[in-house]
């Protein structure tokens, strides 16, 4: 079992900086690829990024490319969404996700979940 809390969501305003993070705990955090995933009232979650085990691959929705990073620390078993110049519509529940060995893009493939985490941004 690895468990997965997130933290760091909250108000910020349109074009402001948050950064999420995702505690691990259980199982070897390295050989677990981390995905972030969000999901805004009435609409189905969808993937934000992803990061290889190592960190030295990542993989960003469109919608979030060149705003968004994601990075990990294996030693502390911890992953990290930036988010920068935010927007109204990047508000919606974070997700952190983890998945073991490989990087994938599909929610339904991920092993295992965080509780979420609420990003509101306003214009």
């Known amino acids: 079992q690895v468990q997965l809390v997130e933290s760091g969501g909250g108000l910020v305003q349109a074009g402001g900086s948050l950064r999420l993070s995702c505690a691990a705990s259980?199982?070897?955090?390295?050989?677990?690829?981390m995905g972030w995933f969000r999901q805004a009232p009435g609409k189905e979650r969808e993937l934000v990024g992803a990061?290889?085990?190592?960190?030295?691959?990542?993989y960003y929705a469109d919608s979030v490319k060149g705003r968004f990073t994601i990075s990990r620390d294996n030693a502390k078993g911890t992953a990290y969404l930036q988010m920068n110049s935010l927007k109204p519509e990047d508000t919606a529940v974070y997700y952190c996700a983890a998945k073991y060995l490989i990087m994938v893009t599909t929610a339904t493939r991920y092993d295992y979940w965080g509780q979420g985490t609420q990003v509101t941004v306003s214009s």
């Open positions: 259980g199982r070897t955090f390295s050989r677990y690829t």
């Open positions: 990061i290889s085990l190592s960190g030295g691959s990542t």
